[in-house]
C-alpha cells in the first residue's frame, strides 16, 4: 500500500508545534501540580492560546492506551477487558481513595479532641499550651494529607478516563470502518457521534463511580463503628436513620438510571434528526422545509426534555424526603436518649453528618454509575454488532480477478440490540425480501466489464456485495487484488482538491497531472484562483455536481489497485466529457486494470469485454456490446452520442480560464472568544435564570439558611443550662430551625432546574431555528458540520441539566462557607479578625487567577474536540471508500493526533482545576491552625460557640474545594453557553418573511395588468457571496406560462446555479428579475421559493415515513396521495410495494435506489401542483427506461407548467420550446427552436437533421 510521503497535505484538523510534554512518572511533579505553574505564569498576563499548553506524554497517547486495551479485548464483556487493561491504575485509584475516605473518617475523633481545648468547667483545667500547639500541629497533617491526597487522588482518576477514552475512540473508530452501517436501522451518523462524544466521556469513569457507589458500604459500615466508638450506644438511632436514608438513595439511583437510558435513546433520536437537517441544508431550503425540520426536532427535543424532567422531579422529591428522614432522626434520639448535653449532641452530629456525607453522594453517585453503565452497554452493544462479510480477498497468479460462487444477498438488517440497550418502544424491523440478488460469475483479471439495470434492479446490491456490506445468505466471492471504488454518492472532504485527489497516498507529480488530465479536471483546476489548492466545503458544495463526480472518480483512479468498482460516476457529465473519461481513464490509463462498472445505460460499453443486464437482482442477459443492443441498435445508440458531441462542440465555446475565487471558499477556523465571557452573554444568561427572580431566590434561601444555622447554633450554645434544659431546647428548635432551610433547599433547587429546562429549551430552539435559516453561502459552506454536531450535542448537554444544578449546588456551598467566616466575626475574638481578613485576600488573589487561566483552557478544550468529531463523520460519509482503498492505519493515524491534542487539553484543564484544590485546600488548612492556636490564647464569648465556630473551619477546606469545582464547572458550562448563543445569535440568517422593499402604488396596479410571463430575468448578474466573482453573468430570459426551456452546458457551466439563482440562495447583484410579473425583490423568501417545484439532480429524502415524504405539512388526504401516487407509479417500485404510504424510509433515504428517489420527488412535485417547474438534471442517475417514464410524466402532469429544465445532455431536452446554452455562467446561444431550424446556416438545423435520422427523437 502507498506511504505517505507529502505531509504538507495529509495533516490532521488541528496540527500543533513542538510544546511542554507531560509526564505521568514524574511523581512528584504530578502529585504537587507542579506542571502547572509554568502555564500559570503565562495565563496571568495573556490569554492562553494552544500552544501555551502542555502536551500529552506517550503513555497517556490514544494508540498506547489502544495497545494495552486491544490486548485483552473481549468482545462480550467490556467491562473485565476495560478492568485488565488498567488494573494497575485502577488499584491505585482505589487505594487512594480509601486513605482519602479513611482519613475523613478521623474527623469526628479530632473533633472530639479538639472540645477538650476549648471546653473545660474551671480554669484550673485548661490544657498546657506546648500540648495545644502539638495537637494543632497533628491536625495540621492530618489536614494537609487530607488537601493533597485527595486531588491527587481524583486527577490520577481523571488519568484513567483518558486511558479508557483514548482506547475507546480507537475501538469505535475500527468497528465503524468495519461495520455495514447501510444496513444498519440503530447506528446512523448521529448516534456515532453521540456515542463519541457522551458515551465515551461517562463509560470512561465507570471504574471510579464504581468505586465511588461501592465502597460506600464499607464507609458507612466504618463511620458506624467510628460513631460507636465515640459515642456507644446512643449510635444506635442515627444508625438506623442512615440505614433508612441509604434505601432511599438507592431507590433513587435504581429509578433514576431507568429514565437515564430513555433519554439517551431520545437523544440519538434527536442528534440523527439534526444530522440529517444539517448535512442537507441546501435541499432544506430549496424545499422550504424549514419548518418542517424545525418541528420534527422540536418535537424529538421536547419527547427528550420530558425524560430529563422525570429526573429533575426525582432530585427534588429526593431533596425534601432525605430532610424529611434527618429531622425525624433527631427527634427520636432526643426521646430515647432523654437527656443530651451539649458536648453529646456535638459528637454526634459531628458523626451522624459524616455518615449523612456518604449518604448525601449515595444518589449521585449511584446515578452516575446508571449513565456509564448504560454508556458501557450502548458501547459493548455497538462492538458485538456484526461486520461486513469477510471477502476471501488473496493477490495470487490466477487470472480470475472476481470469482462470485453462486451467492444470494440481502439487505437484512444488521442490527442486534441487547436488552440493556434496547427500546421496548422501538420494533427493529428485518427485510430480506428487498433486492435479494443472486449471483454466479467469474469476472477475469484485464477485462472491462459492466452490470446494466435500471432503477432498483439490484446493480447497488451487486457493488456493495462484492464489497462485503451486504447480507450474504450463502455462496462466497473471491477477490484477487486490491479495490478501488468510485461510489455513486461523491465522497469530498473537507481541504484542497489535491487533498482530496491523493488522500492517504504518496504524492507522484506525473501520475497526478495523468489522472486531472484523464478525468477532464484540467479545465475546472486552471479555472480556480487557487488552483488545485482550492479549499473545499464539507459535502463539495462550493463545486457543480459533474465536479464533485470527477474529482470523486480521481480520487478511486489516482489510489494504486487492481480492481476498479465505479458505481455510475459519469451520470450529471455531459456527453463529451463522459465520453473523454471513458476513452482517456477507463480504456486509456486503467486498460490493463480490472474495471467494473455499474450504470444504467448502454452508451460507452462498445468496447466491454462482458456485459451483464440485471433485472430484479437477476442477471437476465449476458454478451458483448453488438449481442446485447444489436447491429442496427448500436449504429443508432452511436449516432445519438454523435449528435450529443456535435452539439457541445458546435454551441459550448472553449471555456476561459479567468481565476475563479467564487469556488475558493474556506473553510473559517472554529469562534473562540479570548478573555471574560462576554457581557451579552452574561445579560442573556441573567434573562435565562429569571434576572431578578434568580438572585432573590438565592439570597431567600441564603438569609433563611443562614439565619436558621446562626439562631439555632445560638440558642443550643448556651451557657449554664442543664442537659434536660438542653434537650428540651433542642427537640423544640431543631425542627423549627431545620425545616424551613430544608424546605428553602428544595425550593431553590426546584427554581434553578425547571427554569433550566426552559432554558435549555428555549436556547435549543433558538439554535435550530437559527441553522436552518442560515445563509447556505455565507455559512454553510464555510463551516464543517461536526462542529456544530459537537454543540448540539455535549454543549446542550452541559445546558440541560449540569449548569442549573451546578448553580443551585454553589449557592449551597457558598452559603455553607459564609456560615464559619459570619461566626468568625460575630463570636470570635477580635484578635482573629486580622487573619481571617488576610485569608479571603489571598484566597481572593489566587482565585481571580485561577479563573483567568481556567476559562481560556475550557475554550481551548472545547474546540479541539471539533475536529475529532468533524474527521470521524467525514470518514463515515465516505466509510465504503475508506475501508475498501485506504490503509486503516493512515487513517486512524490522523485520527489518533486530534484525539491525543484533545486529551491533552482534557489533561490541562483537570489538573488546573485540581491544583487550585490542593493549593486552596493547604492554604485553608494552614489559616484554620493559626486561627485554632488564636481562638486558644483569646477565646471568645463562650466556650462552646468557639467550639462549634472551629468546627464549622474545620469544613472550610471541603467547603471551598466543593465551592471552587462548582465554579470551575460553572466556567466551563458558561462557554457552553457561549458557543450555543453565538450560534444562536450571530451567524449570518436570511430573512424568510420580511420583502427586501414594499410594493409601491405603482407596482400593486402594475400587477393587476397580467402578461403570460412567469419569469423574467433582464442582464442579471449573480454571485456566491460578497467580493467573489459572479458565477452568473449578463443572464437574461423570459419563461411563459407552459413553456419550456431546457437548459444545456458543459459540467462546471453554472447550470445548477440558475435554480440558487431564482431561490435567491445566490446574491443577485445586477439586472432585474420578475416572477409573475412583480419585482423579486417584493417577494420575501418564503413566497418566492414558493412559486417553484424543483426536482434537483439530489433529491431531498428524509427519514421517516413515504407518506411524510410526500406531504409534509400534511396538506392532502390519504386518498389524494393514493391518487397520484399510483398515476405516477410509484407503488410500482419494489421498496413501496408492500407497506405503500406507511413505508419506512431510512435515514437520508438509503434504503431507496435513485430512480426510486427521484420518482418520489416527482410525486411530492405533482401534489404541490405549482406553475413553475425547475428541474436540475433529473435523469442523470437513472436508467435509459426511466428517463423515459420520467418524460412522459413530466409531460402529463406538468403540460401546462411553466418549466426550466436544465441537462447534461441535449437530446434530453430537444423537445424544449426553447434552448439556452451556458459557457462559464453566460449565454452562448438561447432561441426558438424554430427561428433556429428556419437559418439554412444554422448548426443547429442541421444537429436537428441528424436526430430526425437517428429516429431517436
Known sequence: MSQIVDQSDQKPLLELKEALQFDENQCHKTFFFSWVYPILKVGKSKPLTQYDLISIDKKNKMINSYQRFINVFNKSNLKLSLFKSYQKQILICLMTFMMVAALQLCLPIITKRSQNYFMYDKPEEKPLISNMVIFAMIQLVYMLLLSLIKPFQQFYASLISIKIQGALQQEILQKTLSFPICRSQHYSTGELINMLQVDITQTSNYFYNAILLYSCPIQLICAGIVFYLTLGNQALIPGLGAVFQAFLGLTFGYFYGI???????????????????????????????????????????????????????????????????????????????????????????????????????????????????????????????????????????????????????????????????????????????????????????????????????????????????????????????????????????????????????????????????????????????????????????????????????????????????????????????????????????????????????????????????????????????????????????????????????????????????????????????????????????????????????????????????????????????????????????????????????????????????????????????????????????????????????????????????????????????????????????????????????????????????????????????????????????????????????????????????????????????????SLAGSITNLFQTLLFIICFLFPGRTQKMTNIVLQMMQTVSTVLLNSSTSCGNIQMYLISFERCLHLANKIELEEKNLPLITPSEQDIQAKKVKSDIVLKLENCTFQYRSNSKSVLQNITLQLHKGEKIGVVGRTGAGKSSIILALTAILEQIEGQMEIEDQNINQYSLNQLRQKFSIIPQDPLIFMGTLRENLDPFNQFSDAKILEISQQSRLFEMQSFQQNGLQTQIALSGSNLSQGEKQLLNITRCILENKQIILVDEATANIDQNTEEYVKDIFFKYFKNAAMLTIAHKVTTIMNSDKILVLNDGKVSEFDHPQKLLADPNSEFKQIIDLIKQSEEL
Open 259 to 917: 429514565i437515564q437510558k430513555k433519554y439517551m435513546m431520545a437523544k440519538d433520536l434527536r442528534m440523527k434528526s439534526v444530522d440529517e437537517a444539517l448535512l442537507y441544508s441546501k435541499q432544506i431550503k430549496l424545499n422550504q422545509l424549514e419548518d418542517f425540520f424545525e418541528q420534527r426536532i422540536h418535537s424529538q427535543r421536547t419527547n427528550e426534555l420530558r425524560h430529563l424532567k422525570k429526573q429533575v422531579i426525582m432530585l427534588i422529591l429526593f431533596q425534601l424526603l432525605q430532610g424529611l428522614a434527618v429531622i425525624i432522626t433527631w427527634q427520636i434520639l432526643f426521646v430515647v436518649y432523654n437527656p443530651i448535653n451539649f458536648a453529646i449532641q456535638t459528637i454526634i452530629m459531628q458523626n451522624y453528618d459524616s455518615i449523612v456525607k456518604i449518604l448525601d453522594e449515595l444518589p449521585t453517585q449511584f446515578k452516575n454509575y446508571s449513565m456509564s453503565k448504560n454508556s458501557m452497554d450502548r458501547i459493548e452493544n455497538f462492538f458485538n454488532q456484526k461486520e461486513c462479510n469477510q471477502l476471501d480477498q488473496t493477490i495470487e497468479q490466477s487470472d480470475i480477478a472476481i470469482d462470485i460462487q453462486n451467492c444470494l444477498f440481502d439487505w437484512e438488517t444488521n442490527d442486534q440490540m441487547s436488552k440493556e440497550v434496547e427500546d421496548e418502544d422501538e420494533e427493529i424491523k428485518k427485510n430480506t425480501s428487498i433486492f435479494n440478488v443472486k449471483l454466479n460469475l467469474q469476472i477475469k483479471k484485464g477485462q472491462y466489464v459492466a452490470f446494466v439495470g435500471g432503477s432498483a434492479s439490484g446493480k447497488s446490491t451487486i457493488i456493495r456485495s462484492i464489497l462485503g456490506e451486504t447480507h450474504n445468505q450463502q455462496g462466497k466471492i473471491i477477490v484477487n487484488g486490491r479495490i478501488s471504488v468510485a461510489t455513486q454518492d461523491p465522497w469530498i472532504i473537507s481541504g484542497s482538491i489535491k487533498k482530496n485527489v491523493t488522500f492517504m497516498n504518496q504524492f507522484d507529480s506525473v501520475k497526478y497531472k495523468q489522472i486531472i488530465k484523464c478525468c477532464g479536471l484540467e479545465r475546472d483546476i486552471a479555472s480556480f484562483k487557487n488552483g488545485d489548492q482550492t479549499i473545499l466545503g464539507e459535502k463539495g458544495d462550493n463545486l457543480s455536481g459533474g465536479q464533485q463526480k470527477r474529482i470523486n472518480l480521481a480520487r478511486a483512479v489516482y489510489n494504486d489497485a487492481d480492481i476498479y468498482l465505479f458505481d455510475d460516476p459519469m451520470s450529471a457529465l455531459d456527453i463529451r466529457v463522459k465520453y473523454q473519461i471513458n476513452q482517456q481513464c477507463i480504456q486509456g490509463y486503467l486498460k490493463n486494470k480490472t474495471r467494473i462498472l455499474f450504470t444504467n445505460t448502454l452508451s460507452n460499453l462498445q468496447e466491454c469485454d462482458m456485459i451483464y443486464i440485471v433485472e430484479d437482482g437477476q442477471i437476465i442477459k449476458q454478451g458483448k456490446f453488438a449481442q446485447i443492443i444489436g447491429i442496427q441498435n448500436n449504429e443508432l445508440l452511436s449516432q445519438k452520442e454523435i449528435i450529443d458531441i456535435e452539439f457541445e462542440n458546435k454551441h459550448y465555446t472553449q471555456e476561459q480560464t479567468d481565476n475563479q475565487d467564487l469556488k475558493a471558499s474556506l473553510i473559517q477556523q472554529e469562534d473562540q472568544e479570548k478573555g471574560q465571557v462576554s457581557q451579552a452573554v452574561l445579560k442573556q444568561i441573567f434573562g435565562f435564570l429569571g434576572k431578578y427572580c434568580g438572585i432573590l431566590c438565592a439570597l431567600m434561601f441564603m438569609i433563611i439558611y443562614l439565619g436558621a444555622q446562626l439562631i439555632g447554633n445560638l440558642v443550643m450554645a448556651q451557657d449554664d443550662i442543664t442537659d434536660e434544659e438542653f434537650t428540651r431546647i433542642a427537640s423544640t428548635y431543631y425542627p423549627i430551625i431545620y425545616t424551613p432551610a430544608i424546605v428553602s433547599l428544595a425550593l431553590m433547587k426546584s427554581y434553578y432546574l425547571i427554569k433550566g429546562l426552559g432554558t435549555s429549551k428555549l436556547i435549543h430552539d433558538n439554535v435550530i431555528n437559527s441553522l436552518l435559516n442560515a445563509s447556505y453561502t455565507k455559512f454553510y459552506n464555510t463551516i464543517l458540520i461536526g462542529r456544530l454536531m459537537n454543540r448540539l450535542s455535549k454543549d446542550i448537554y452541559n445546558i440541560d441539566l449540569l449548569f442549573p444544578n451546578e448553580i443551585q449546588n454553589l449557592t449551597f456551598q457558598v452559603t455553607t462557607l459564609l456560615l464559619p467566616l459570619f461566626s468568625c466575626f460575630l463570636y470570635l475574638n477580635i484578635a482573629a479578625l486580622p487573619l481571617l481578613i488576610l485569608f479571603i485576600i489571598a484566597l481572593f488573589y489566587m482565585t481571580v487567577i485561577y479563573y483567568r487561566c481556567l476559562r481560556e483552557i475550557t475554550r481551548i478544550e472545547a474546540v479541539s474536540k471539533s475536529p475529532v468529531f468533524s474527521y470521524f463523520q467525514q470518514i463515515i460519509r465516505g466509510v465504503t471508500y475508506v475501508r475498501s482503498c485506504l490503509p486503516i492505519d493512515k487513517v486512524i493515524g490522523l485520527q489518533q493526533k486530534n484525539v491525543d491534542i484533545d486529551l491533552g487539553n482534557q489533561i490541562n484543564l483537570n489538573g488546573f482545576q485540581y491544583w487550585y484544590q
